[in-house]
């Protein structure tokens, strides 16, 4: 029998967020959580998607082009679906996706299924895509069977990443650097991520709402000024000169693009220089043209912010990933992370009577670097990448 299993990681996005859809900046790190995908040729000619996460089972036939239906395998059917779209029909195969990515937390678990998924399937077709097709594919699955408008960021991370890397990712044309995480002063800090519990969706309406205030407010710029790409070149001064065209919801969105973009450039010169200070400085801005400009925070996040900056050993903090909910990402100091994250908790719970979930993140590879690890140590005939 034909098997292979692969995985690929969530993330956490350091800074630039929502730029992923405006041609702009962004620089997120994969964490420790992954999603497996199992795949295994099926004698019954059927496609069967099942998980021990998800209560539901989808078994479908090859020739099968139904809709969505608005649960989890939406999403590895979004995938092989657009492997159809590509003229590459796999032969039935059972594909089981577990995974420990918390759900509905920014934290990517969507893309991290779609991304094994994308792999399991190369595997078992034995096809091989580059890293930026492989994103491609995801996102569209994402945007056209799942229906989530989302930009290009997390299946870019999911695919890309490199153990103790952040990745600067340019998403006009997916070209990256890999950053290290370990210069300097900031080898002594740590990534944490604190979990509001409030659930955040890109499926639900607020963030293609912000996407779509953005894009009328680009289309605006790019009219007065057809040199412009998109908001990733634009500056304050151009869009302050067509102000007056667009609504104040436009303006504000596309002033946290521009502003994200040079807060990006800002990190990236932090990271190069080894500052922890400096970086967390960055980042607690980003979070009020976040909270005050794209209007994606709510109030516990900014609660779990506001607390995070008077605590002990914290360079820096912000909402990170879609918002509307979801987590933080907060700079700390190695020695003082714990504590850190103890108080947070405490604070979060006596005022919300809710529990913050807190992970010390490690920066682990992508599902590339996992695949091409493994692909030398091939188990008896199980393959896993
Ligand atoms: C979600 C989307 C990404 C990106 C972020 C905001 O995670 O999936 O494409 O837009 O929100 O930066």
């Not at 990443?161 to 990256?176: C, I, Q």
């Not at 953005?214 to 790019?222: F, N, P, S, T």
Request: proline content about 3%; hydrophobic content about 40%.
């Amino acid at each position: 029998m034909t098997a292979f299993r692969c995985s690929a990681p969530g993330r956490v996005n350091l800074i630039g967020e929502h730029t992923d859809y405006t041609g702009g900046f962004v620089m997120p790190v994969a964490v420790q959580f992954a999603t497996t995908a199992r795949i295994s040729s099926a004698a019954d000619g059927m496609y069967r998607f099942a998980s021990d996460q998800f209560d539901t089972i989808r078994v479908m036939a090859p020739e099968d082009r139904s809709p969505r239906k608005g649960e989890w395998s939406d999403y590895p059917v979004g995938v092989l679906r657009e492997f159809q779209e590509l003229g590459i029909c796999p032969s039935p195969f059972d594909l089981t996706v577990n995974g420990n990515v918390p759900l509905g937390a920014g934290l990517s678990s969507s893309a991290s299924i779609e991304v094994a998924t994308a792999m399991a399937l190369l595997a078992y077709c034995g096809k091989s895509m580059g890293p930026g097709e492989i994103a491609r594919l995801c996102q569209r699955a994402e945007n056209r069977y799942v229906g989530s408008p989302c930009g290009i960021m997390d299946q870019s991370i999911a695919v890309s990443a490199l153990a103790g890397k952040a990745l600067l990712l340019n998403t006009r044309d997916l070209s990256f650097e890999l950053l290290p995480l370990d210069r300097g002063n900031l080898a002594e800090s740590r990534i944490v991520v604190a979990n509001s519990g409030v659930k955040h969706s890109i499926a639900g309406g607020d963030y293609g709402l912000r996407r779509r205030e953005v894009e009328a407010g680009q289309a605006i710029v790019r009219q007065r000024f057809p040199q412009l790409r998109d908001l990733g070149d634009a500056t304050l001064e151009q869009l302050e000169q067509c102000r007056s065209e667009m609504s104040v919801e436009s303006f504000k969105r596309c002033r946290h693009i521009i502003t994200e973009n040079a807060r990006v450039a800002r990190a990236k010169a932090a990271m190069l220089a080894g500052d922890p200070v400096q970086l967390g400085t960055v980042l607690t801005a980003a979070h009020a043209s976040e909270r005050d400009d794209f209007e994606c925070s709510v109030e516990e996040v900014d609660f779990l912010v506001a607390t995070a900056a008077q605590l002990d050993g914290c360079y820096g903090a912000r909402l990170t990933g879609g918002g509307f909910g979801g987590c933080t990402v907060n700079l700390v100091s190695a020695g003082k992370a714990e504590a850190f994250g103890a108080a947070l908790k405490e604070a979060y719970r006596q005022r919300y009577q809710l529990e913050a979930e807190i992970y010390v993140c490690e920066a682990v590879d992508g599902a590339i670097a996992r695949n091409l690890a493994i692909m030398t140590s091939a188990e008896k005939g199980i393959a896993t990448c």
